[in-house]
């Protein structure tokens, strides 16, 4: 093995009690591969980021379309006229991640990827897909079923130099390797005295999917955050997939890149030229005057959907992605904080010890002075992911949960 890696180195709770609640605190086996497109039986389907569906032509429809829909929400109408005169290029989101995984191997030759399936099978959702043989066996490396193996593989080699890129075939997997991630990907930088650095990313696939059962819909965000020396974003775009990326993977610190099992099919027109983006900005979706909305990945597109409703009643809510889960940007969320006074978080994470826990105690400790009103925070029930399709759509958040939230704050 120390010789392959010299070789590289060339819902909420729907109940008004617990959901909407504003006097409670919140501080704080086979496997199978889930490929995108037409390698799953039924037709194929694209989801731009206006939230128009276009499929294909093989004959089970219907329940992809339920599903989907459900799952990204329509934007703003005017942003689908504008889509085709914008200078670019059109990417899914799975392709926006490949392009800005490329671009920074042609650029290093210090990156390098591992996992299973990555190499000639492109990745479970082909995100790797075509780099094995433009880059070699090497430098894409098929690793076995062994997620604390090649995980502490990863670290290794980004203590000698290199930078590796490390895919978990599902989110869920990577508690196998919490001690790797834990002990040494993210203290070895200081417990060495900073005599190394560990430019290791590690992403995959996670959320809730359509169907994909308990252990399959993992959100992991909350066992991570309280590791010292991770940084942790989450895309919900192509356009951000690519920069955050390129980011993670310049970044001197060890990523955990969240990417959404149902937002790989999302597409949006990129810039041809490059770019990367901060990890530690947050991204304003929406500007508004009454609540302001503080949301990432998936939840996004449902807070988007809430908003065109609110509109609609007279509101003018103001949408927040904050794509960096640590650390917080509290320079755009305070700024926010101070003009709207209300603060309506919504997330796909467990409620109990969840992100929006640890924002709603940054938020309360920097900006309480500016509240008019006690922080609401919208989260997934604490309950395993049923399979069922209808009880999996009643444990997330949905859109008509978060209009009723905001109708509250802005009582």
């Not at 497109?37 to 989801?47: H, L, N």
Request: proline share 5%; with cysteine; net charge neutral.
């Amino acid at each position: 093995m120390a010789a392959i890696i010299q070789g590289i180195g060339a819902a909420t709770a729907l109940t008004s009690a617990n959901s909407l609640d504003t006097k409670k605190s919140f501080f704080s086996n086979p496997r199978r591969s889930f490929s995108v497109g037409a390698e799953r039986k039924g037709r194929t389907f694209v989801v731009r980021s206006n939230g128009r569906l276009s499929y294909g032509l093989n004959g089970r429809g219907g329940r992809a379309e339920q599903l989907i829909t459900n799952a990204v929400a329509a934007k703003e109408d005017t942003a689908a006229a504008s889509t085709s005169s914008k200078p670019g290029h059109e990417l899914l989101l799975f392709e926006a991640l490949r392009e800005g995984l490329e671009e920074e191997m042609d650029r290093d030759p210090a990156v390098c990827v591992m996992g299973e399936d990555v190499g000639h099978y492109g990745g479970s959702y082909k995100v790797t897909k075509g780099l094995a043989p433009k880059y070699g066996d090497l430098r894409v490396l098929d690793t076995p079923i062994a997620e604390n193996s090649f995980t502490g593989m990863g670290i290794g080699a980004a203590m000698t130099g290199l930078r590796p890129v490390i895919e978990g075939m599902n989110m869920g997997f990577l508690l196998l390797a919490f001690n790797q991630i834990s002990n040494n990907c993210g203290m070895l930088h200081y417990t060495s005295g900073g005599q190394f650095k560990i430019p290791v990313v590690i992403r995959g696939p996670g959320g809730v999917g359509r169907q994909l059962g308990a252990e399959h819909s993992q959100r992991l965000e909350s066992y991570f955050q309280s590791i010292p020396g991770i940084q942790m974003v989450a895309c919900s775009t192509p356009y951000n997939a690519k920069g955050l990326m390129k980011a993670a993977i310049r970044s001197d610190n060890p990523v955990i890149l969240f990417e959404h099992v149902l937002l790989y099919n999302l597409k949006e027109r990129i810039p041809d030229e490059e770019y990367v983006l901060n990890l530690e900005e947050a991204e304003m979706v929406r500007p508004g005057e009454h609540v302001t909305i503080l949301t990432y990945s998936r939840m996004r597109y449902h807070v988007m959907q809430a908003a065109k409703t609110l509109v609609n009643k007279g509101y003018d809510p103001e949408v927040i992605d904050i794509r960096s889960l640590k650390p917080f940007d509290l320079h755009t969320i305070g700024n926010s904080v101070k003009k709207t006074h209300r603060v309506l978080i919504v997330e796909e994470c467990m409620r109990t010890g969840g992100i929006g826990a640890s924002l709603t105690a940054a938020i309360t400790e920097n900006f309480h002075d500016y509240l008019d009103s006690p922080i609401i925070c919208l989260s997934s029930q604490d309950v395993p992911t049923p399979y069922a399709g209808t009880l999996e759509n009643w444990t997330v958040v949905q859109p008509a949960q978060i209009v009723t939230a905001v109708e509250q704050l802005c009582q």
